[in-house]
């Protein structure tokens, strides 16, 4: 089975522009969960999407938004771009409906940074 | 709320070693917990995961045993090789969500 896919890889960004990643999860997986991950900050939530609908939102301002499609592919985009959202974006697919036993696997990250 | 915490890092050890990073956490309920592994440059990868109250995980000569009473789940391995150099996170889940530690770094040296 393929792994997580996420593209692209690496994005360069200016202040004040917005940006799409994109994940495609492991098939079969309808679950999607989008993360950050920085030096300062470590890992943190953004949002896990199942069958098309956001289940689950961290704290993060409303410019970080995501979508997900009917064959569960999934979209992030953040508008007006700071420089403190640089980071690594880290997608993660499960085959977990949900409850305690959320096994989750990860893409290998798009790589934005913004100047 | 539910947390995690790990070793400060980084942690040096010569190859064959026996290695040890702690993690303990804080959770109403009870949560899965995780050991996840990322090389550089790489996402996270699953190295075990424990689902209940005394479960040892195990995977690649990794292990790590659910400890309810201790809050705890630490890493082990008998001998580490230099190819284990990376960063660990430990992770529980919560709300359809994973909680993470804020990492520990390994360097083997041969």
């Known amino acids: 089975k393929a792994g997580v896919t996420q593209t692209p890889r690496y994005l360069i960004k200016t202040r004040g522009q917005q940006v799409t990643l994109s994940c495609s999860p492991i098939s079969g997986h309808r679950s999607v969960s989008w993360y950050q991950q920085t030096p300062g900050q470590g890992l943190q939530f953004l949002f896990e999407?199942?069958?098309?609908?956001?289940?689950n939102k961290g704290n993060f301002p409303g410019r970080f938004s995501g979508r997900q499609f009917s064959n569960s592919r999934s979209e992030m985009n953040v508008s007006t771009l700071e420089l403190g959202d640089s980071a690594l974006y880290l997608c993660a697919s499960s085959s977990s409906t949900s409850g305690s036993t959320y096994e989750q696997y990860f893409g290998p990250g798009t790589r934005l940074t913004v100047t | 709320g539910n947390s995690v915490t790990q070793m400060e890092g980084p942690v040096t050890l010569s190859e064959e070693a026996f290695l040890t990073i702690n993690c303990t956490y804080t959770?109403?309920?009870?949560?899965?917990l995780f050991w996840y592994v990322q090389y550089p440059g790489e996402g996270l990868q699953l190295l075990l995961k424990a689902t209940k109250a005394d479960d040892k995980g195990s995977n690649k000569g990794f292990e790590a045993t659910y400890r309810k009473e201790t809050t705890s789940f630490h890493l082990e391995k008998g001998s580490v090789q230099v190819s284990d150099s990376a960063v660990y996170f430990c992770?529980?889940?919560?709300?359809?969500?994973?909680?993470f530690g804020t990492g520990t770094r390994l360097q083997v040296f041969p």
């Open positions: 959770a109403t309920g009870y949560p899965s």
């Open positions: 999407y199942f069958s098309e609908t956001q289940r």
């Open positions: 992770a529980l889940s919560s709300t359809d969500k994973l909680i």
